[in-house]
């Protein structure tokens, strides 16, 4: 069940005095906050609350490849767009970001600063707890950080005491982890080096109402086999196979918790199902060392969700053919447990808040509380199940100390995400990724919004149906970028990346979202469904004008897929940024925009 716009409203509310309650009472207690205190001074950069310091923010938050007024139309217009863009790039000699002065990183509690960590060109540098701020130039603000997912190591996870308060919002389990650690929470500025893509949405608009009819003509069906082939790509042994040993150190040290709740409409089953599995199947490829579906459902019942995943998953592995010269084949370690009491206990709300419940209990598994017992023990580790297989290593460890709480002191990292979020990342950011978790980083994946398109469907049937698809036709919805992410950097040859015609990253656009500059088409509406829902709510006739007309917002952004992830067309972020899709591997801020 879902809240209404006026609950999710005061939702937000009580969460954001939530927030700010919890920062007045950390700040009484220095040794609870002793490590994750933040000192201007003993990082070498300017003070926040100095006067200098919002303009040394205004002159590093400016991209030279967007300008937020034409540009961005004349992206969703253009034929020519790859051609515009290396035009663009090849004019600017200005390849790489001013010498900026990063927060400091010194009281990390995971290990000692690493300078590795802040990449020029890599991380933002001016993340910013700052819910009212709408300037373009306030940084990198936590709402815009939103995904459903994050990526910490054990310790920041443990400093999260208010993972315990059962509000209302599911968000929260995000937000209050960026309030706590607001000097800490790491945002790529190439949205292919970490995003999540989130599906669930996607899906419901495709289907509508009358799902009878979507079934018919092939909807479910092709839904399905987009997730089928995700699961069973060869991309997904070739990401394996690429992981470092950096990155495997943290990624096999990582349990990683996925909140679960089942689609409920018709043919909630097989999407929940084939979409778990594309989810796992995105922590798996990458190497994670334990995975827990956790919810309110009963075990038995949990269990049966996941069991189409671990066989499909069992089954691809088993093709990678993975060779003795590249023996790192991961074998799957996954159960599904029991979150435990979800219920909200925030002035008469009762929906389940499945994130903080299963965080709370994870929690206690961690710090080995005495309310835990054997058998949540045993689940969350999984030293008793049948259902799970373990690496060779695990098995190991795990017969040299049978005891289930000391393999809790195996994990190092704690990953959060949702049933509906596949996570991408690039072969060569893993590095980066892993630095920053091993120096305390929080990271933060974006958040794409995939669209409904003819091109995904084949169906060629938007003209019945202008309420669920985004039509295929020219000259503005025809054009979708095909991005590869796995297309290696060109390291030594700056100038060879810039000629190749290859799009290989998707640079963030800033703070300035098109959509806020445009009339909303309806109250409640996200602005991503302004046209879907005008054709549900009015007769319109179905011509190309029309269309265009409809979905004027989406025009402002490119359409593009991620050729390494399942393919289907997203436009910008769920929240409205807009990545601009770039060659050369490289998202490169322009020290001459003031």
Partial sequence: MRLSTNGKRLAFAFLCLTITCVNVFRSMDSKLFQNVSFDPAAANMPNPNSNNYNTTRTTTTNHHIVQPNNTARTIAHDQNLKQSI?????????????????????????????????????????????????????????????????????????????????????????????ALHENYVRVTRDWTDLNVEHMSKWWDVALGNDEVLRDRIGYIDKILEI??????????SHLCRSLNGDWREVSQSTIAVIAFMPYTRRYGRELTEWSLAATVMSLVQLGVGRIVVSGALPKTEGETYLARAKSEIDRAIKDWNITASAPQQPLLSIDYCVCGNATSDWLGFHDPNIPKAALQRLRGVLLKKPEIDQVIMDCWTGLHSNSSNTTNETTQSQQQNPDASSITDQWKYVFLGEPDLILNTRPSALFQLSQSLRNGGVLAPHRLQPLPHDSDFGLEKWKRMPDRLIPNIPPIFHNVLE????????????????????????????????????????EDAPWWRCGFESFSNTELPTNKSVVEAAHAIVGHYPLARLKRGTGVVFVGSEIGRICIPSRGGLCIKNKKVS
Avoid: M
Wanted: hydrophobic share 30%.
């Fill in 86 to 178: 290396n035009q663009q790039l090849l004019k600017d000699d200005d390849f790489f970001t001013p010498n900026l002065k990063r927060k400091s990183i010194q009281n990390a509690t995971s290990a000692p600063e690493n300078k590795v960590l802040f990449d020029r060109n890599f991380f933002f540098d001016d993340f910013k707890i700052d819910w009212e701020n709408t300037d373009p130039t306030a940084g990198f603000r936590a709402q815009d950080a939103f995904s459903g997912s994050w990526w910490q190591s054990r310790e920041r996870f443990l400093d999260y005491l208010e993972v315990g308060d059962k509000s209302p919002s599911a968000e929260g389990a995000s937000f209050e982890v960026f």
């Fill in 227 to 236: 997730f089928q082939n995700y699961v069973h790509s060869k991309d997904r």
């Fill in 483 to 522: 991005i590869d992410h796995y297309y290696e950097r060109n390291t030594q040859n700056v100038t060879a990346n810039f000629l190749d015609p290859t799009l290989t990253s998707c640079c963030d656009g800033g703070n300035d979202k098109p959509y806020q500059k445009l009339e909303k088409c309806l």
